[in-house]
Every structure is written in structure tokens, then in C-alpha cells.
């Protein structure tokens, strides 16, 4: 009987913790007991020092909110894989978190089972990535949580954003998705002033702030937030123009480069052109020397004055 309510209970915390606010119906559906089973076992969580706020109203309702101090938190299988491999990432991905990552998934590795993890040391094992150049913080760790908190929940937020000219203004939007491209992160939103979706970079935010208003979730165009941002930085303009003629195929050059996607076009079997058009010369280049084949450059000239310092240097360094 006792472990019947304690596997009960450990649901509940669970269900509690995967949304923000169940109504108390729902609540006692899921987990197949009355209405005051579900409030002691509501009273019992409380006891063990879990912030459980009720609503009054019709039916009720329960969210787990936040307290003076971190409670244990309850994982799936799934959950517990995915939280490891991203502990172990962000150990090297956000500068300034490295130790806390360590010391995070520590304390979770020495309490997953050992089915996972072997998941964990396969997942980690066959993951990669490519750090061009040090850049600093991909994003502000306490910008990420305040945004995917919001994109769960379809709330509002306000923000201040300078966009690429250096202009900085007031913005509203409805939150949908965050998407990570190279070293970078944005915010997919659908922004409440212009009536339109848009794409900001959370480097260039400031001062988000939820506004307690959550709307419906709103479809995003075509389906696949990834590759609608995808489409968008492709079709951006940037500061330095290069276009490559490439004597190798598409596929061969996606297979040597990274977070290229619709900029690599196929011209023919043997052919392709890549966009290789960027904000920073550096990033250029970069992409360039990754193409490993043989190709013809249609450029500004500040790119080509960059890439003869560059070659220059390099035959320098082989004298």
C-alpha cells in the first residue's frame, strides 16, 4: 500500500513538473485516484518541501513553482540520457559554466543506472563539434532558461534588441523556438508589433522579461522551425559577399563543411556553388579552407584582400 502511494506520488511530481500549470481534474484522470486523494497527495509534496501553488475556480488547478531552495527533480529514462549528453556539452560550450557542468552531471552519473549509462558514454562518444575560433559565450545561460521557459509555456516577453546596424528598440513577441547555428542562438518569434515572424540573435537581447500573458500556440510557416530558420540566414544579407564555383559535388562539400545547408546549391554531378558570404572575415575563410577542392571566387574585394594577408602569412610562416 505504501509503495502504491509513493510510486503515486513521484507521478505526480512528475506530471508537475513537465508543465506549468494542470488543471485538478486532469490532474486526478492521470493519475487515477479521487479529488482528495490528489489533495493529500498534493499536502504530502508540500511536506517534503515542493512549492505546489492551487488555484481556486472551477475544477482547480496546480503548478509547482519556484522556492527558496532546488528540490529533487524527477527524470524519465529519456530525460535522464538527454540532461547527461547535455551536461557533458555545455561543460565545453559555455564559457564560464564549465565547472558547474562537471559538477552537475557528477552528481548525475553517479546515481543513472547502468543501462544508461551506456547511453550516455555511446551518445557522448559519437557526438562532435568544431570550434572555429574563441568567441566567448555562445549565450548567457540565465537568457536561455528565461526564453525556454517562456517558448514551453507561450508566454509573452518584452526585450530591448539592437539589430545589425546598431539601432536598439523595445520589442514584444510570442516565443515559439530557440535554435542554435554555429556558435551562435536565436530566438524564433512571432513579433506582436509587426504582425510577422521574426529571427533574434540573443546576443543582441537585453532585459527579457515574461508578461504573464500566454497565448495559443502559433504554427510556424512550413512546419519545421529549424529549417524556416534555416531559410532565413540564408536569404539575410551580410557584411562581407563570397560566392564560390566549386569543382567537387554537393554532397562531397557538405560532407567536408559545417552548418552550410541551403548555402551549398548543386550546379551539376561535378559542380556546386557555395555562399560562403559572412559577417566576419575570419568566418570566411574558414569556410574556404573546409571546402577541400579546387574553386573559382566571385567576392568582394575586402574578402580577397583578406584571403592574400592570409596565404601571405601562411608562406611566410613556411620559409
Known sequence: MTSDMTARVLR???LLQARREW???ELADRLHVTARTLRRDIDRLRDMGYPVHSARGHGGG???ASGTALPPLVLDDDEAVVVAVALRTAAGGLTGMEDSALQAL???EQ???RRLRGQVAALQTTLSGISWEDRGPRADPALLATLAGACRDHEI???DYTTRDGAAAPRRAEPCHLIASGDLWYLLAHDTARDDWRLFRLDRMADPAPTGRRVPPRPVPGGDPAAFVARHLT???TRHRAIATVDAPAEQVRAHTHGLGARIKALDDHTCRVDASADVLTRVAQT????DADYTLDADPAVREHLRATADRVLRAME
Open 12 to 14: 505526480l511530481l512528475s
Open 23 to 25: 488543471a485538478g481534474e
Open 62 to 64: 496546480y503548478r509547482l
Open 106 to 108: 557528477a552528481k548525475l
Open 111 to 113: 546515481v543513472l543506472p
Open 157 to 159: 516577453v518584452t526585450f
Open 235 to 237: 536569404a539575410a544579407p
Open 288 to 291: 574556404l579552407a573546409a571546402l
